[in-house]
């Protein structure tokens, strides 16, 4: 991959509903300033994270990536649970996104029922993942870019009618950024936006796909930083100035705020026909997303497979280098995903999502250990000079992750909304690591007698 597929992938996984949708409820719960902060704290997590991993993947470029590490730097076990945290993210998230497709899809073809849009757009993710990389690297470029560009021209036609260049169709939307302020800068106090710091956190997820792809990437050492240096600023560029436009031109007490912000300030530029507009980018949106994902999750099968952790023949690569088996069980798992939305969506589908949310603070906790791990090892034989990526400010980077998303989880429990997301994470990856304490020994001996 080059640096451009590279940034599409990355920009493909983090882009998804949660920007055209969630900040909207939360400058109704902690105010537009307060939403800003949060989504900066954010940033700033996911800028240390991905310096921890860009030392590592330049270091070690593996299509394994994070798996690879933690085997390496902290412990098979500690690999295997990432792995399968990694590969439950993408493929509940697969699921939850093709029935949200086939609701969008409604708008246009009401008398469809939803199973043929999921099915529809669940086959073209798994031909463009099965064929050669280059049908993948093509479409997740295109609908990657699309779906930024869409995001662009919002913060630009936002900033054009606070500043009056363009003119309003109604006189409630103020000019100016006065609004951000007008009910007191923290209108609900402090708690509201540390609960928003624990979602804006998540927000940012997907950026370490550039790791995944390190085992595929040409020129690692020059390629990755860069990529990730372009990926952070396009993200934290475009969140913090879609949040902004819509803290400045829409009061928190506008009930478009929690459903339609972007329509609503569309609608009111002129745009015509917003509301099919927007609906056509949240489609291609999940589409990025979803294909992104199956992306990630069929290569984690795949590392399982290659280090003997799962059956190896889950490790059969396409006559294109691609990872058969990887696909189909991610497929497959997002089939099982969908279902569950539909037929238990308040126990099997909560549980996974809960699931979900809670993996990917466990993944960043994972990258910054083996990283701070990795250094000690790597500096007890070599100088600090021969590293070609060194993460800045080491160990104090890798130790702030930690510590930041270890304050995330506390705070996941303090919070009753979202606690679930504790009560099944830390059993289930407790469950996994036994797992793997107890049938892996007897899988190396039953391999080893074939």
Known sequence: MSTNQLIALSLGGVIGTGIFMSPGYFIQSAGAIGTIIAYLIGAILVCLVMQCLSELSVYMPTTGSFHDYANKFINP??????????????????????????????RWFPNQPIWI????????????????????NKSESLTSWIKTIALLAFVVIGLLIIFRIIPVHAHHLPAGFGELTSRGWFPHGIGPILATVLTANFAY???????????????????????????????????????????????????????????????????????DIMNAVLIITLFSASNAGVYAASRMIWSLADKGEISPKLGKLSKHGLPVYGLLLTMAGGALSLLSSIYAAQTVYLALNALSAF???????????????????????NSLASLKYKAPLYPLTPILVIVICLASIIGIGFDPNQRIALIIG???????????AIFKPNYQKRTANT
Request: with cysteine; glycine share 8%.
């Open 426 to 436: 830390v059993p289930f990856s407790l469950l996994l690591y036994c797992f793997y």
């Open 117 to 136: 849009w999921c099915l529809l757009f669940g086959a073209i993710i798994f031909f463009l993942n099965l064929g050669q990389l280059s049908w993948f």
């Open 205 to 275: 997820s997907g950026a370490e796909m550039i790791g995944v792809a390190a085992g595929e990437t040409k020129n690692p050492a020059k390629t990755i930083p860069v990529a990730t240096r372009r990926t952070l600023f396009i993200l934290i560029t475009l969140f913090i100035g879609a949040i902004l436009v819509m803290g400045a031109l829409l009061a928190p007490s506008d009930k478009s705020l929690a459903t339609s912000p972007f329509v609503a300030i569309l609608n009111q530029a002129g745009i015509p026909g917003a509301a």
């Open 359 to 381: 993996a990917v603070v466990a993944v960043w906790i994972i990258i910054a250990w083996a990283q701070l791990n990795f250094r000690r090892q790597y500096l007890k034989e």
């Open 77 to 106: 076990g500690v690999g295997f649970v990432v792995a399968w945290l990694y590969w439950l993210t993408w493929t509940i998230a697969l699921g939850s996104n093709l029935l949200t497709i086939g609701l969008l899809m409604q």
